[in-house]
């Protein structure tokens, strides 16, 4: 048994304890959290606060590769221009190598799940190991029915794939984003279910503003990228609504839904599908915004609603560092108002929840194994993240 204390220990299940102790059993199962008041014991005494390890609800580990090769700020469909170009630019051993990396780094900035998307098999080698926990989620997206056929037995093949080298692998197959699944797809998808036992989904929602007006009035550069793609869009109708307000009838109010970006999600927006479902998690990943489209969504709305975010970091194709601490320090240098608790509470608990995960994960409550980490070279002032500050796992 282990006593480990901090000068805040965060459960993220209840609140703060300034001098905390959680006490954990060999295997990491968390025994009690005390007030310092109440050990006899030996303790670990350690600067800074400790906090259960952080849930990752968003990455694309099989992209870790492409750190930099893609040029910043060109707004998403530039970026999926250059994305598209410089992906075929990678031998199999690069992409081996940056997946190795990928996860040690993960491991190394305190994650301990990751929700994962993987539309090839590149990954399923590194996630056999067990080292972190993953929910997969294999992406569908066929942009026009004629490719719909094709696709379907495409993403049958890598939950093959995945079944055959990852036996017990946790994945589901998720439609990729509002304007690359056509309305076919979308109800295969989210209705019919390619596994009896799916209970997450995920889409990419809002990335950015040219999504909304393609759907609103069939304008903006999406419907440019696809022609220089050579695809004819002549006979698809917009909805004359945003894209969440179009897609999210599609989806089950049974299953949670990760809704991955909602840069440009405005009020009315979060108030429909707050309303539409109560398994909604908005995931939020504010380094790869500002690397795409250099814009932030607007927490205070989300916030105002009462919603559930959680954060992700995206992928080194769009981001420096796979570090949900990161990511929380980016939110606190454009939002300082949110406070570390908050921001603990969506790299943790909604996270585990978001995922599936809530039973293991997320806080310091008994009997789970979430892993402890402490953040060091913190403002104690106002108990506030610092540009330097630091993340080490403890346990
Ligand atoms: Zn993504």
Redesign the pocket.
């Known amino acids: 048994m282990r006593y480990l204390s901090a000068d805040f220990v965060f459960p993220i299940s209840q609140p703060p304890i300034k001098n905390g102790v959680v006490a954990v059993d060999d295997d990491g199962t968390i025994v009690e959290v005390h007030s310092p008041q109440s050990i006899v014991h030996s303790v670990e005494r350690y600067r800074g606060i400790l906090c259960p390890g952080f849930v990752n609800t ?1 990455c ?1 580990l099989e992209l870790s590769h492409m750190k930099g090769a893609i040029p910043e700020k060109t707004g998403l469909t530039g970026f999926i221009q250059n994305f598209v170009a410089a992906r075929k630019t990678f031998s199999y051993e690069q992409i081996e190598k940056g997946i190795e990396a990928g996860e040690k780094e993960m491991l190394q900035n305190g994650i301990v799940a990751v929700g994962d ?1 993987c539309n090839v098999k590149d990954t399923f080698k590194q996630k056999a190991k067990q080292n972190l926990r993953y929910y997969n989620f294999i992406e569908a997206f066929d942009f026009l029915p004629d490719n719909t056929e094709k696709e379907i037995q495409r993403v049958k093949s890598v939950v093959a794939e995945l079944k055959e080298i990852f036996h017990n692998a946790e994945y589901a197959v998720v439609p990729h984003a509002p304007y690359s699944v056509s309305e076919i797809l979308f109800k295969i998808l989210t209705t019919i279910s390619f596994s009896k036992s799916q209970k997450i989904l995920s889409i ?1 929602n809002q990335e950015s503003e040219e999504e909304n007006k393609m759907f609103i009035d069939k304008e903006g550069k999406f419907l440019k990228l696809f022609q220089s793609f050579g695809m004819d869009f002549s006979q698809w109708e917009p909805s004359g609504t945003t894209s969440l307000e179009t897609i999210l009838p599609y989806f089950s109010k049974e299953e949670n839904l990760l809704l ?1 970006h909602n840069t440009y999600s405005d009020v009315d927006d979060i108030a429909f599908a707050e309303a539409y479902s109560e398994k909604i998690f908005w995931c939020t990943c504010p380094n790869a915004n500002i690397y795409i489209e250099n814009k932030l969504p607007d927490y205070n709305l989300f916030l105002a609603a009462g919603a559930k975010i959680t954060i992700g970091t ?2 080194l194709a769009s981001n420096y560092t796979l570090s949900i601490l990161d990511e929380m320090k980016t939110i606190a240098k454009y939002f300082p108002e949110i406070k570390l608790e908050i921001l603990l509470e969506w790299a943790t608990l909604n996270g585990s929840q978001a995922l599936g995960f809530q039973n293991e994960l997320g806080s310091f409550e008994k009997g789970k194994n979430p892993g402890v980490i402490l953040i060091e070279k913190l403002n104690m002032e106002n108990i506030s993240l610092k540009s330097d500050s630091k993340v080490k796992r403890l346990v």
């Open positions: 968003h694309h998307i990419h991955v995206d992928s």
